[in-house]
């Protein structure tokens, strides 16, 4: 990135790469880089995805560095006419209702994004697959939390746990999330 040697459409940063690059960052807890990346890089991208690239890359460092309200309201920006930022959207914002313990909001983001997953037939089957997947687990997950019995924990977690890693989303963060709960 430093060097300039990074895939460019028209003399601009691609969209995705931008993404790319700031989410990696972010994954790696490398929060300082991402941010002076998300800020830098922001005017490489075209004028037309600038802002919505930004947005969603400065709900992400938000959300990953635990300010989860300013997260939220970053992701109230960012357009979802692209269904592949919906479901970045619809990710991050299970993931912050789950975290902040606002488990009906989650249910109801849940089942909305499985609705959206049922009637979109643009994505590969692989990844609609992956992300009906993460969402049922961590349906799962909220169920217990809104009064189901922690016993069936051990259930989700050996199915979890047996779940290849590249057919469910967020696997890591789900086994965290279910690693919390004691039963």
């Given at each position: 990135i430093e060097n300039d040697l990074y895939p460019k459409e028209n003399n601009n940063m691609g969209e995705a790469s931008y993404v790319t690059v700031a989410s990696e960052a972010l994954i790696h807890k490398d929060f300082k880089w991402a941010e002076e990346f998300i800020e830098k890089f922001k005017h490489e991208i075209k004028?037309?995805?600038?802002?919505?690239a930004y947005t969603l890359c400065?709900?992400?460092?938000?959300?990953?560095?635990g300010h989860y309200d300013e997260a939220l309201m970053h992701l109230i920006k960012v357009s979802i006419d692209d269904i592949y930022y919906q479901l970045k959207v619809k990710n991050l914002q299970i993931k912050i209702h789950y975290e902040l313990?606002?488990?009906d909001m989650c249910k109801s983001?849940?089942?909305?994004?499985?609705?959206?997953?049922?009637?979109a037939k643009q994505f590969p089957e692989f990844l609609r697959i992956r992300f009906v997947n993460?969402?049922?687990?961590?349906?799962?997950?909220?169920?217990?939390w809104l009064?189901?019995?922690?016993?069936?924990?051990?259930?989700?977690n050996k199915n979890l746990k047996d779940f290849p890693q590249e057919k469910v989303e967020s696997k890591s963060w789900l086994l965290a999330q279910a690693a919390k709960i004691k039963y």
């Open positions: 004028e037309e995805v600038r802002e919505n400065m709900a992400n460092l938000k959300y990953r560095t313990g606002n488990y983001v849940i089942d909305s994004f499985k609705h959206f997953l049922g009637n993460y969402a049922n687990f961590t349906s799962r997950l909220v169920n217990i009064g189901g019995d922690p016993k069936n924990m051990i259930e989700i």
